[in-house]
């Protein structure tokens, strides 16, 4: 990103500043009418993609160029005349009213400047995946079979595109990203702004350093923590590894291992409530199921996910003797406890929800609720300096998240108009033989290459109009369908070979991206479990009675931590190879329960760990 200088900081500064008061007003007061409001969201931040961001490695650093003024100036030109043209776009029947040329100019060239704003600021393959899509739309009534569908003109393609009222650049989810993500982009910025980033990772440390392997421990527990409030696993990574990479290092892990366990435990963030990034907004919107209820039903879930990696680690620091931090490196509990304040922001953004206010103006009061708290200790006073930091930094990443949400809205549009939706689940179903398992591998396979180097949103959206529709046709429920496509777009951030978090922690820790992404997929192995066990326990999403409930988490519990057992070979002791092969069936056993086999399993990992304890007392 460019370090704007002059006049073109004070631009820059200005724009942040009203971008994030009126989106503030926005949220607490309401908006205008839809187009009007996606609109002014888009005019106020896709121009800033090309200003901020350099096209090459050539372009200048502390100037926008005379190409990216003209490629912010269509931008903004594009989306006002959508505004200023509301009234006439809102009477018009689409697919029926008659296109303008202007309108189809405008519609291809903020088409693809939306491409440009995503390879630029995002990710190329993202912008190369949007441009295949595009490609299709011209081309579909060339393909064969199930990919064939009606020739589009160009004047239909850019109506598609720009003038659509539900998908494309103006569609719901850039209405998610001005009524709801940004809101929540701002929250993030001013929760850490007021300390409370600082106070979580503190509060990990004095959680878990105590016991083996604590700096590790503190990794996993300090990311779950921080990802809640940054919502970008990449993000995750920078603001806790810096801390804990180094400190693992110290206490014995390789540096491989340190970035691989901040790396996981820092995609993890985003499925993780009350916040769970922008995926959660989105399900609720496609679903039609209550944000509220999205976080209540996600909770046991992100729970076993990290009870895997504690898992992990924990073994880990036992089979290679890791000690805890000194009390010199850990926080006393009066420093902690002095500033637990910092969760009541937690508590009224729930508390809000429940009371029955909208997402949105939750975070809004909430908001102002955390800037009072900031003046609580004299180091968290907000000073002009750290407030202009902190409306730059929401300004940004909304800007980031409205290009890919408008790329996203385009690849949504093209999916629906051509009917490929429906044909790519038929086959998935087909493929799968009428067997549920098979079906959730391919999924599984899909969104997990089709997520690489893709941002987790972006993915997510793309895989639900492929994936839940198939998972749907074998009776799944929709929450449980979009939670399964939902959790491996997030993992697909560590899924080689493009696993973008853990190569950002890989430079963190001074490790080989390659080996440390492999790694990180290894550790990250009994979370993947996770949402296979989900669909084929319902009681784990608060389905059922509290009994179920209890059994199902005691069950699927067992079968995450054995796996972790099976991946590091220790369990109570070093297991050998035939124990971790036992071990490995059993821990299957407990994702896919069947009640004989699964009393089988229990009495397997019980009497092997009886057994490796029992060795490893007699070697001492």
Known sequence: ????????????????????????????????????????????????????????????????????IIAAGISLAACAYVILSHYRLDKRFFTVSAVRWEEAVLGWVFALLAIEAVRRSISRWFALTVSVVLTYLMTCQFWPGMLYSHAFSLERAAEILYLNPDDGLFGFLTGLSVELLFVYILFAGVMTLAGAGDFLVKMAVWLAGWASGGAGKVAVISSALYGTVSGSTVANVYA?????????????????????VESVAGVGGQIMPP?????????????????????????????????GILSMVHFIAKRRGIIPLTKEQRPNSREVIRKAYFILPFISIIGFMAYGYSPSKSAFHTIWITLLLSFLDRRTWI?????????METM?????????????????????????????????????????????????????????????????????????????????PALSAHLFVFYYAVLSDITPPDAVT?????????????????????????????PFAFVYQPALLLTGSWLEILIAVAVTSLGVITLAAVKVGYLAGILNIPSRFILLI?????????????????????????????NSKMLK
């Open 275 to 307: 916040i769970m990034g922008a995926g959660a907004f989105i399900m609720a919107e496609i679903t039609g199921v209550p944000y509220l209820t999205i976080i209540k039903v996600a909770a046991i879930p992100a729970i076993l996910y990290y009870l």
């Open 383 to 391: 000073t002009p300096k750290k407030l202009l930091k902190t409306v």
């Open 240 to 260: 806790t590894g810096s801390f804990t990479i180094p400190l693992m290092k110290k206490c014995g892990y390789s540096p491989k291992e340190s970035a691989a």
């Open 502 to 530: 853990a190569f950002a922690a890989a430079n963190l820790a001074q490790s080989e991206p390659m080996s440390t992404g492999i790694e990180a997929f290894l550790l990250g192995i009994a979370g993947f479990l996770v």
């Open 586 to 614: 059993a821990s299957i056993l407990m994702v896919f329960p069947s009640k004989n086999l699964e009393i089988v399993g229990i009495l397997a990992i019980f009497s092997i760990g009886f057994l490796s304890w029992k």
């Open 1 to 68: 990103m460019r370090e704007l200088s002059g006049g073109w900081y004070a631009f820059s500064v200005f724009s942040a500043a009203l971008s994030c008061l009126l989106h503030y007003y926005w949220a607490g007061f309401g908006g205008p009418t839809p187009r009007i409001f996606r609109g002014l969201h888009l005019l106020m931040l896709v121009p800033m993609v090309f200003l901020l961001f350099p096209a090459t490695k050539r372009s200048p650093s502390s100037r926008p160029s005379i190409l990216d």
């Open 396 to 476: 940004v990443n909304g800007a980031l998240i409205a290009a890919v949400l408008a790329c996203a809205g385009m690849t949504v549009a093209v999916i629906t108009q051509t009917g490929i939706a429906m044909s790519f689940s038929t086959m998935i179903v087909r493929a799968s033989g009428d067997s549920l398992l098979f079906c959730l591998l391919l999924v599984f396979t899909i969104v997990s290459v089709l997520g690489t180097g893709i941002p987790t949103t972006a993915s997510y959206i793309i895989a639900a109009s492929v994936g839940a529709v198939a998972l749907s046709k074998f009776g799944i």
